[in-house]
């Protein structure tokens, strides 16, 4: 009997350990992608956002994205102007009940489809290097009908 009970704890203890062992890898993992995301937070930002701009999307004498706040406020397909370095969030707003996206291809970035009215969708990059470089709706088609603008990256002693 006094056999018995010292197998039923060692079952327990080894079930206690795998269980633990377990937990750790998890944890371990999850350690893992926390670090992954602050490195990456690391080499994408300094903190807050540089620069702040609201697009929507409108449908007027063809597809566009409206400038929304500040000086872009009511343009059709603003020049956004930002220096090296600026860390820049964009907003897109779906405002006409069209699905679309936002890409600069040079910059590699690419924003989700907002498919609803309403629907909003923020891409956050970083500026590495000047130039002018276009961003457009790579929908099918929307391109075509006039849905893109400029995004102009100079210097900071330019700006």
């Known amino acids: 009997m006094a056999r018995d ?3 039923y704890i060692n079952v327990i203890s080894l079930i206690l350990i ?5 937990v750790v890898v998890y ?3 999850d350690v893992r992608a926390l670090r992954s995301e602050i490195q990456e937070l690391r080499e994408t930002s300094s903190g807050l956002p540089a620069k702040e701009f609201t697009l929507e999307t ?5 597809f566009a994205f409206l400038g929304k706040g500040g000086a872009i406020d009511g343009v059709k397909n603003p020049t956004l102007k930002v220096k090296v370095g600026d860390v820049v969030k964009i907003t897109i707003v779906n405002g006409d009940g069209v699905g ?4 600069i291809d040079e ?3 690419h924003a989700d489809h907002v498919k609803e009215k309403g629907e909003s969708v923020d891409v956050i990059f970083k500026t ?3 130039g002018e470089y276009t961003y457009y709706c790579s929908v099918p088609g929307h391109r075509e009908a ?3 603008g400029k995004i102009i990256v100079v210097e900071e002693d330019q700006h």
């Open 18 to 22: 795998a269980a633990l062992l377990g």
């Open 5 to 7: 009970g010292a197998i």
């Open 100 to 103: 679309h996206d936002f890409v």
């Open 27 to 29: 944890l371990q993992n």
């Open 146 to 148: 006039g849905m893109e």
């Open 128 to 130: 590495e290097q000047p």
């Open 58 to 62: 409108t449908f007027s004498d063809g």
């Open 107 to 109: 910059l590699k970035v």
